[in-house]
């Protein structure tokens, strides 16, 4: 079982980015899921997070511009990234606080690999 994250790449000032973070395996659902970001030389931080039932929760600095949905079916998290500023560049990752296995014990606090977001002119 995996979270694959991807999306992120180089995006002038106003831009827009899509990331998706997307579980692999035998998986029969996946509980609160959240996207954090890591910026050289600070702490990671919770970005936007969702939780099974579609219930969201964001930072401060990304309400408005920022979106996180999910599709249960397709075990995907998306991240829709609008009007992105020079502040927003950092390595992305995505999280599961609980993976449900299909014949096996839950997997606690799954990262994904992180996808770089440069935002730049």
């Known amino acids: 079982v995996q979270l694959q994250a991807s999306g992120g790449g180089l995006v002038q000032p106003g831009g827009s980015l899509r990331l998706s973070c997307a579980a692999s395996g035998r998986i029969f659902s996946i509980n609160y899921v959240g996207w954090y970001r890591q910026a050289p030389g600070n702490q990671r931080e919770l970005v936007a997070g969702?939780?099974?039932?579609?219930?969201?929760n964001y930072a401060d600095s990304v309400k408005g511009r920022f979106t996180i949905s999910r599709d249960n079916t397709k075990k995907t998290v998306y991240l829709q990234m609008n009007s992105l500023k020079p502040e927003d560049t950092a390595v992305y990752y995505c999280?599961?606080?609980?993976?449900?296995?299909?014949?096996?014990?839950?997997?606690?606090?799954?990262w994904g690999q992180g996808t770089l977001v440069t935002v730049s002119s």
């Open positions: 969702i939780s099974r039932a579609h219930e969201t």
């Open positions: 999280n599961a606080d609980r993976i449900y296995l299909i014949g096996g014990a839950p997997m606690y606090d799954t």
